[in-house]
């Protein structure tokens, strides 16, 4: 039974969703003003692997990540290129999918924009109004804190012991309003007369951070659902700050069922910082490494631990992942120059085989632990390469059974993890698999010009999981 630890609890709880079969999903996504880091990497592939997971387990999984397309660091940044805030906010959001593509973080169902949802911003900041829990000022609208009592439970600190840090991290994380009542509350929404703003009955404005995130989910799923995940960074304040504001709205009835949240990422045991110049883009890292070898590096270290970035680490996953790949495609290699004819059948090799499923999924119901996970498969390489070399020196030792079901369980990982295992390099035989793709983007172009949309864009999501990113234009 799968078991997952839950921030909110701080400890470990059998799984089981809100309702039948259906979990809603949601995960914070980027703002979008400069390229993704391997940061975002690690948390966007842990939470992909997590769905996939999900997904194997039988239930039908609804994913959706937002993304922030109005800041005050997107807006900046429009101000010294000189160019509107949209087409800065389109540009990264463009090359944050295909740095997403390229890892195989390919699961989320939908990445709502803040600016598609100022409405339903200006409808929450009113009923919080209307409650009682937040008021205007000359300068915006505010969250007042010490109306609801349970701020603090996420994060299991208590505020009124915490005014320094408060001061330092000022919980709207925009600049200090002296008219608000109280340090600890945080802005629902910014007044502002400067561009780009939004209309609302208390002027033009932005919507602060915390208020995208809780108007989105309640649109997507109401004001309850399965799970909420990010990045430890974001516990506090984000995600207090979203617990106040939607238990707020629904007389505290919990807002998230499970929060899940990653670990940081270091770069050589440091934390990674612009100032320390070893801040590393997915797209610089990708110059040089596969994207597998990234995916299966972060994979193999449990979601919830810190994860240390190195070029030495990066040699092992890739020696990893060759190692597995090589081997699943001598066992079928080894599979086509068998006879099938022969019926032999080695028990030994099937109880080892069914040991190492029965450890791998034990270990991904144990809280998503793909490190351990990834340890048994990656030791059982050692099993089927003994076997494929002792039937070599004697032929009788065959076993088609444990070909198949082994291929099988392979099978089953590759649809978990996403690491390309059954995938040659594609330089091996470009001749025939330039052609047949060739074939495939002309008939999806027929496609598009017949309207036949779903049919075309099944194709395409088909060839991304290939790791090729296609681009209508």
Known sequence: MLEIYNTMTREKELFKSRGNNRINFFVCGPTVYEDA???????????????????????????????????????????????????????????????????NVNSVNAYPKTTDYINEMLDQIQRLIDKGYAYETSEGIYFEVSKFSDFGKLSNQDLNKQKSRLQNENLETHSFDSNKKNIKDFALWKKTEEEPNFDSKWGKGRPAWHIEDTAITEEFFGQQYDIHGGGLDLIFPHHEAEVAQMEALSNKKPMVKYWMHTGFLNVNGVKMSKSLNNFITIRDLLEKWDPMVFRLFVLSTHYRTRIDFSEKSLDQAEKNLKRLKNTIQKLIDFKKDLDIEDKL????????????????????????????????????????????????????KNSLKFINETLAFYEDVESIFKLNLFYQDLKEDKGDYDDLLKILLETRDKLRQEKNYELSDYIRDKINDLGISIEDK
């Open 37 to 103: 880091h391997i940061g975002h990497g690690r948390t966007y592939v842990a939470f992909d692997l997590i769905k996939r997971y999900l997904e194997y387990k039988g239930y039908a999984v609804f994913l959706i990540e937002n993304i922030t397309d109005v800041d005050d660091k997107i807006i900046q940044k429009s101000k010294e290129k000189e160019i509107d805030f949209k087409s800065i906010s389109n540009y990264y959001e463009k090359r944050f999918k295909e740095d997403m593509d390229l890892l």
């Open 345 to 396: 059948e080695n028990n030994e090799l099937l109880d080892k085989l069914y040991e190492v499923k029965n450890n791998f999924f034990k270990d991904m119901d144990d809280d998503i632990n793909t490190s351990k996970a990834l340890a048994d498969i990656l030791n059982f390489t050692k099993v089927i390469n003994g076997f494929i070399s002792e039937h070599e020196s004697n032929p009788n």
